[in-house]
């Protein structure tokens, strides 16, 4: 696995993970953003994004992910990250890299959010085993639930 801290994706990795992101994260996009295409929403997210992760495996854009600084909370940002099927071939790997980006995101800000859909159990478990936590606040989007959740620097 290949891991890029810091660098922004190009358009032809935008478009290679947007081919291939797993289902469950198409699903939780169509529910928070409507239909549009995902390499669209990725190009939005990046462009947004003050900080970005990216992860290949095999040439293949496994998974990216950022932070957009928030301009009415100056310690707070919005953390995201959409993920393809590459990241199952070394899911070790993956989480300590992510473990890595998010140790390092909260170098810059004391607080990240953002809101998870609730359908989407592996990504809940996978913020809880980073450390983030669930309040309980949840929102209606398109008809589905979405948890809140939050990341503290220790």
Known sequence: MIFSRFLFPSKPQIR???????????????????KQPSAQLLQAFVEQSCEMCVMSVDGE??????IAADAHLPNAACVWMLTGTAVEKYPKS??????TCLADFLQRYDVLYNWVDARYAQAVRFI???????NGTYRICNGHKFLFFIFRRK
């Open 16 to 34: 290679s993970l947007a081919r291939t992101l797993r289902a469950s994260d198409r699903r939780e996009l169509d529910a928070s953003h409507g």
């Open 61 to 66: 854009t496994a998974a990216m992910g950022g």
């Open 94 to 99: 993956f989480f300590k890299i992510c473990r």
């Open 128 to 134: 809880l085993r980073l450390g983030g936590e669930l």
